[in-house]
């Protein structure tokens, strides 16, 4: 199935500006780079590998399938939204004490979009419940989780103009869409930034690195899990 959560990260990727390096002090002194060295594999390719299984999974979820495939009803589609409002919102109240530098809070918006849309149907947001919050809490264990979550986060409005696309004829998407129409004609430039922001902010450890990888599937995994059974 097409990829709908989640574009070539390696083709988004935005150069950092190299640092200058430290000035010598006598001749022939060593200069010391600003920055450590590159990761083996850079991180956002391995985001995407690592991540693959959990995504796959998600992607055969009923729910997102209907959505994908342009034929979702309306009510399966309220459905889809009040799943994905229990995501966000549950992962956006989680990331609003633990977001990491460089990213900015305002970008956390996409559960109002879902609650406009679930508006526009007449749909009423249902609360959080408590064991969704503890669940997000859960994955946002320090900065490196932190950019994992966001990794999906952000990916998930990347791939919403696939679905966008792809219930251009359906009635019931167009009636309410503001969660996946996104940033519209700007997503994709936002995106971009926001692997750069991601390979900035976890380019100094090891462990942060294996802890974005661990949070990010642990995310996929969450919402394939609501998607899969919506109803509980």
């Not at 979820?61 to 995501?87: K, N, V």
């Not at 998930?156 to 869409?177: I, T």
Request: glycine share 10%.
């Amino acid at each position: 199935m097409t990829d709908v959560l989640a574009t070539d990260p390696a083709s988004a990727q935005q150069p950092l500006s190299a640092s200058p390096g430290l000035a010598r002090s006598a001749p022939l002194t060593p200069i010391v780079p600003l920055v450590p060295p590159a990761r083996a594999r850079p991180l956002l390719a391995r985001l995407r590998a690592d991540t693959g299984p959990a995504h796959r999974r998600l992607e055969q979820a009923p729910l997102l399938a209907e959505l994908s495939a342009g034929d979702i009803t309306l009510q399966r589609y309220a459905l889809y939204l009040r799943c994905m409002h229990r995501f966000h919102g549950a992962l956006e109240r989680a990331l609003q004490v633990g977001l990491p530098p460089g990213y900015g809070p305002t970008r956390l918006n996409q559960a109002a979009c879902l609650e406009a849309d679930l508006a526009s149907l007449g749909v009423p947001a249902a609360a959080l419940p408590a064991s969704s919050c503890r669940a997000a809490q859960a994955l946002v264990g320090g900065p490196g989780a932190a950019w994992g979550v966001l990794y999906v986060v952000e990916g998930a409005r990347l791939g919403s103009q696939v679905l966008l696309k792809r219930n251009a004829d359906n009635a019931a998407v167009q009636r309410a869409h503001a969660y996946i129409r996104g940033e519209g004609a700007a997503t994709g430039a936002g995106w971009r930034v926001f692997c750069a922001a991601l390979e900035h902010g976890v380019q100094t450890a090891d462990a942060d690195a294996d802890a974005a990888v661990a949070a990010a599937s642990g995310a996929f995994a969450l919402l394939g899990q609501w998607l899969h059974a919506p109803d509980n």
